[in-house]
């Protein structure tokens, strides 16, 4: 009796998201990176930054750096911390908009029927607008609430923020991942920094959730796709007032991971949770986050 020939194995790419090219924005090679990340430390000279766009393909981009002050080539630093605070304040806009901090509370108090926790730290948290939205509602009431960034500028305009709110949030300039490796069960959360990472140090990123304190995270980034890039076009234009503003968000939105592609990469990277993370475009969900629970 003939057998049947063996069925042919799929190719890597279609049967592991890792092995697929990373759909992110490109340009002879070089990836397309957001002014913002460009400009936040200092000293920094006008056209390094202005060159580093050219070379991905960002003449746009590179004409607005060009017109930024600068003294001896070097960027003016206070005119650039301000920029930053006008820009995060429009950030803000969006997180309103979107109803990120309600989103936030709902999914914390999902996590928090099964596995109680402690402490909420905001990774990468800029002025802080969702943890003092969550103090402000007293959403997650007995929850020690965390806001940290690297960027000192940030974060005493959110500290500023958050005593004319009144707010019970602590700001710390600190990584998240140092400040969550001692104390109690805590949820890390992001929203919009996933994509600022490139694959390598995504990975290395998640692999650090697995230092026993973290009992869960959600980080909350776009799902890329026409859909999202149509609607962040039309918000840009007609609710932020800054050009880097309306260039780097439309930006974000393209360069954001795939769904697939992040819950791959935290399964590999942080082995002990279990990992949720829901694709698809909607215009009613257009932040979607990466969830993960520690298994038992």
Not at 43 to 50: E, G, L, Q, S, Y
Not at 277 to 292: A, E, N
Request: proline fraction near 7%; charged fraction near 25%.
């Amino acid at each position: 009796m003939l057998k049947s020939p063996p069925r042919p194995q799929r190719h890597q790419s279609r049967a592991d998201p890792l092995a697929r090219p990373t759909l992110r924005c490109h340009h002879d090679g070089v990836e397309r990176v957001e002014i913002t990340d460009l400009i936040a430390e200092h000293p920094v000279r006008r056209d390094d930054v202005a060159n580093r766009l050219r070379a991905s393909g960002q003449e746009r981009a590179a004409r607005l750096v060009e017109a930024l002050p600068a003294s001896d080539g070097v960027l003016d630093a206070e005119h650039c911390r301000a920029l930053m605070r006008r820009i995060h304040a429009e950030l803000q806009r969006l997180a309103e908009e979107f109803q990120l901090a309600r989103r936030v509370a709902e999914d914390v108090a999902t996590i928090t029927r099964a596995s109680p926790v402690a402490r909420l730290i905001d990774v990468g948290c800029g002025a802080g607008h969702v943890l003092r939205s969550l103090a402000r509602s007293n959403a997650l009431p007995g929850v020690e609430l965390v806001a940290t960034d690297l960027n000192s500028d940030l974060v005493e305009m959110g500290r500023e923020l958050a005593r004319l709110d009144n707010c019970r949030v602590r700001f710390e300039v600190a990584d998240a991942l140092d400040v969550a490796a001692d104390g109690p069960p805590t949820i890390l959360m992001s929203t919009g920094l996933l994509h600022h990472l490139s694959p390598d140090r995504l990975a290395s990123f998640m692999a650090k959730h697995e230092q026993r304190p973290v009992l869960a995270f959600l980080h909350y980034d776009p799902e890329p796709g026409w859909l999202t890039s149509l609607g962040s076009f039309v918000f840009h234009l007609t609710r932020m007032r800054e050009p880097i503003s309306r260039h780097d968000g439309n930006l974000s939105m393209r360069r954001a991971y795939p769904a697939e592609r992040l819950r791959a990469i935290a399964a590999r990277s942080a082995p002990s949770f279990s990992t949720v993370c829901v694709g698809g475009q909607s215009p009613l969900r257009v932040w979607r986050p990466l969830i993960g629970v520690r298994r038992c």
